[in-house]
């Protein structure tokens, strides 16, 4: 149990365009979900916390025009990287925390972001 | 604010060595304390945890004991494997603010040789 998705799982986009990166999970209900960024060889950094139903609460130096987070239901959120530019090339973890649990994260296998 | 410190990677060691990670913390709560692990190709999987002083979590031969006095959170096991070879993060999460959040350590690559 406890499995969470990220859909797409590599994507290759054009400078100036913009990428949505899907996080599910799968058999529970998750009422926060956390968004991260890993560059390569180092750790993961929190760019947002996101809520079921309100607005993301995003990290400082994290640009929320930039990296729109929308969280429509308890098992879904989404993470889009508008006007995309080489420098937004990264590895991108998301992860769910069980709704009424003892804060427990379950992180899905990341989205490997290639900006051109 | 809070802080994870590993100790520096990599590590190269043959198969049944002991091994120890180096983890310390910085909080001003009172913080729960994690060990994750990232196989090649995949996402964090949660390793161990403890949530108060002197606990020990443990998990797949891998144990850390929660010193508040040190404030560390070190990782061992006594005979590592070839399929151990990993990337390992510390971490910690003060639940009693509310903050929620995980703050990890910069992460410690491990290869283990056969």
């Known amino acids: 149990g406890a499995v969470v998705s990220q859909h797409p799982s590599r994507v290759i986009c054009k400078s100036g365009t913009s990428v949505k990166i899907e996080c599910r999970s799968l058999d529970f209900q998750a009422t926060t979900m956390f968004w991260y960024r890993q560059f390569p060889k180092q750790s993961l950094m929190l760019m947002a916390t996101?809520?079921?139903?309100?607005?993301?609460?995003?990290e400082q130096g994290v640009e929320k025009d930039k990296f729109l987070i929308n969280h429509a239901s308890l098992t879904l959120s989404t993470l889009t990287v508008t006007s995309a530019h080489p420098e937004d090339s990264s590895f991108y973890i998301c992860?769910?925390?069980?709704?009424?649990?003892?804060?427990?994260?379950?992180f899905g296998p990341g989205t490997r972001l290639t900006v051109t | 604010g809070d802080s994870v410190t590993q100790m520096e990677g990599p590590v190269t060691l043959s198969e049944e060595a002991f091994l120890t990670i180096n983890c310390t913390y910085t909080?001003?709560?009172?913080?729960?304390l994690f060990w994750y692990v990232q196989y090649p190709g995949e996402g964090l999987q949660l390793l161990l945890k403890a949530t108060k002083a002197d606990d020990k979590g443990s998990n797949k031969g891998f144990e850390a004991t929660y010193r508040k006095e040190t404030t560390s959170f070190h990782l061992e096991k006594g005979s590592v494997q070839v399929s151990d070879s990993a990337v390992y993060f510390c971490a910690l999460s003060d639940l009693r603010s509310g903050a929620q959040k995980l703050v990890f350590g910069q992460g410690t690559r491990l290869t283990i040789n056969p």
């Open positions: 909080a001003t709560g009172y913080p729960s």
């Open positions: 996101s809520n079921e139903g309100s607005k993301a609460t995003y």
């Open positions: 992860s769910a925390q069980l709704a009424g649990s003892s804060y427990e994260q379950y």
